[in-house]
C-alpha cells in the first residue's frame, strides 16, 4: 500500500514556473516508478511524465517536453514535477500516481493516486 499526498500548485501567470512534490508513505515507495497525470475541468486525465524507480528513465508528454521535468529522490519518498514556461493551458488539477505495470500514458496502468493539487496559470 502507497499512499501520495502532492502540493506545490498555485496561482502563477504565465511564462513562470511552479515546483509539484509528491510526499509518499510506505517502504515500498522507491520499488514503483511513478507518474504524473493532470486533468482540466471538462477534459479527461491525461498522462503528463512518468519516471523509472531508480529514475534512470523519464517519459513526457509531447505537450510538456522541454518545459516540465520530473525527478525523484528516494531517500525522502519524494517525487517532483518542476514546470517551467507555464501556459494557462496548463491549468489542471495535477495527480501523482504509483505505477503498477503496463503503458506509462494509461490511467489504468497505475495502482495508487493522490488526491491532486491545483495549478493555475493565469494569461
Known amino acids: 500500500q502507497v499512499q501520495l499526498v502532492e502540493s506545490g500548485g498555485g496561482l502563477v501567470q504565465a511564462g513562470g514556473s511552479l515546483r509539484l512534490s509528491c510526499a509518499a508513505s510506505?517502504?515500498?515507495?522507491?520499488?514503483?516508478?511513478m507518474g504524473w497525470f493532470r486533468q482540466a475541468p471538462g477534459k479527461e486525465r491525461e498522462f503528463v511524465a512518468a519516471i523509472s524507480w531508480s529514475g534512470s528513465y523519464t517519459y513526457s508528454a509531447e505537450s510538456v517536453k522541454g518545459r516540465f521535468t520530473i525527478s525523484r529522490d528516494n531517500a525522502k519518498n519524494t517525487v517532483y514535477l518542476q514546470m517551467n514556461s507555464l501556459k494557462p493551458e496548463d491549468t489542471a488539477l495535477y495527480y501523482c500516481?504509483?505505477?503498477?505495470?503496463?503503458?506509462?500514458?494509461?490511467?489504468?496502468?497505475?495502482?495508487?493516486w493522490g488526491q491532486g493539487t491545483q495549478v493555475t496559470v493565469s494569461s
Open positions: 500516481a504509483a505505477h503498477r505495470g503496463g503503458s506509462y500514458y494509461n490511467i489504468a496502468s497505475y495502482a495508487y
Open positions: 510506505g517502504r515500498t515507495f522507491s520499488s514503483y516508478d
